[in-house]
């Protein structure tokens, strides 16, 4: 059974770096065709998808949020991060990790991070 759980700080600064980790158990990130994400909700908006690492740790982006994001894993800790630069009150969500294995998902219970100084 596959959980995942978030950790960050629940308040960053403008023009800060947000930095988040997700936890794995169940499952090693490294295990073949599993792709961990980073999927924000504003509120009262949508879902976004931000950025996943494969298990292979090749890393996609969304484009609108590239220049800003990195994303990368420790497979020692089996987790996997967010880093976020230049962070604005735009950017207050809450932040969930999830694991893709085809078309299943395997959410954690989400974090909210707010911005504001």
């Known amino acids: 059974h596959v959980q995942l759980q978030e950790s960050g700080p629940g308040l960053v600064k403008p023009s800060q770096t947000l930095s988040l980790t997700c936890t794995v158990s169940?499952?090693?990130?490294?295990?073949?065709?599993?792709?961990w994400n980073w999927i924000r909700q504003p509120p009262g908006k949508g879902l976004e998808w931000m950025a996943l690492?494969?298990?292979?740790?090749?890393?996609d982006y969304s484009p609108s949020l590239k220049s800003r994001t990195s994303i990368s894993r420790d497979t020692s800790k089996n987790q996997f991060s967010l880093q976020l630069s230049s962070v604005t009150p735009e950017d207050t969500a809450v932040y969930y990790c999830?694991?893709?294995?085809?078309?299943?998902?395997?959410w954690g219970q989400g974090t909210q991070v707010t911005v504001a100084s």
């Open positions: 999830a694991g893709s294995y085809g078309s299943r998902y395997y």
């Open positions: 169940g499952e090693s990130i490294t295990t073949t065709d599993y792709y």
């Open positions: 690492i494969a298990y292979s740790g090749s890393p």
